[in-house]
């Protein structure tokens, strides 16, 4: 069964959230980022979600991440947490 390892930085806005992607386009520290502005839990490991399968995710998240480049940072995301920048890290 496929499984892959992702980090992200969820945000209230769309706003928020492409005002970090160009950050990160820019050469952003991913993890510093996720540490200081994001709004989930997993902010305090910089965006780190570990390892998960299809499913475990919501949709819109597993589809980025089960279907998009890998090391790419995609997004903004909509889900219902909030917009999501999302960095697969591997699949397998």
């Given at each position: 069964?496929?499984?892959?390892?992702?980090v992200?930085?969820?945000?209230?806005?769309?706003?928020?959230?492409?005002?970090?992607?160009?950050?990160?386009?820019?050469?952003?520290?991913?993890?510093?980022?996720?540490?200081?502005?994001?709004?989930?839990?997993?902010?305090?490991?910089?965006?780190?979600?570990?390892?998960?399968?299809?499913?475990?995710?919501?949709?819109?998240?597993?589809?980025?991440?089960?279907?998009?480049p890998?090391?790419?940072?995609?997004?903004?995301?909509?889900?219902?947490?909030?917009?999501?920048?999302?960095?697969?890290?591997?699949?397998?």
């Open positions: 069964m496929a499984k892959a390892a992702a992200h930085i969820l945000v209230k806005t769309k706003e928020q959230a492409e005002q970090l992607k160009k950050q990160l386009d820019a050469g952003a520290n991913f993890h510093e980022l996720a540490k200081k502005y994001s709004i989930c839990p997993s902010a305090k490991r910089g965006g780190d979600l570990g390892e998960f399968r299809p499913g475990q995710m919501v949709k819109a998240f597993d589809n980025v991440v089960f279907k998009k890998i090391l790419t940072v995609h997004g903004p995301v909509k889900t219902q947490f909030g917009y999501h920048l999302i960095k697969t890290l591997y699949r397998s």
